[in-house]
């Protein structure tokens, strides 16, 4: 059950990470932001996307950052999980998954980044 709590806590978090009212991205639904993928053209479009992106990096940082202190918890006190998956084998998994999915949303935000400069010096 805890572990439904915390996925579903980092859901909210990936959704929302301290997005601020002037953000649109941070409202938007996952067939909205499709959308903007797919016919993005503009400098602003593409710099806007690099900063969702680069909002995605952070939100996952945090959540690797709660794993690692879960990890480095779990392994100070082995008897707490004796299942399978263990809790240190559970946060093992989750930081690996959360640093990945961090350095995918560093690369999308450095495309989106090239693709505003590329915009740029086109017109």
């Known amino acids: 059950m805890f572990v439904f709590l915390k996925i579903a ?3 909210a978090l ?3 990470p301290s ?3 002037q953000d649109p991205l941070s409202h938007m639904s996952k067939q909205d932001l499709r959308a903007k993928l797919k016919n993005a053209h503009t400098e602003q479009e593409f710099a806007l996307l690099a900063r969702y992106f680069h ?4 939100a996952f940082e945090e959540l690797a950052r709660e794993q690692k202190s879960e990890l480095e918890y779990a392994l100070a006190h082995p008897w707490i999980g004796t ?3 263990s809790s ?4 093992r998994l989750l930081l690996s998954y959360f640093q990945k999915k961090k350095q995918q949303s560093l690369a ?8 505003a400069s590329k915009a740029v010096s086109e017109r």
Do not use: F
């Open 9 to 11: 806590m980092a859901a």
């Open 14 to 16: 990936i959704q929302n």
């Open 19 to 21: 997005a601020t009212q």
């Open 55 to 58: 909002n995605q990096a952070v």
């Open 83 to 85: 299942k399978y998956p």
């Open 88 to 91: 240190s084998e559970r946060a």
């Open 108 to 115: 999308e935000e450095h495309d989106y980044e090239l693709k």
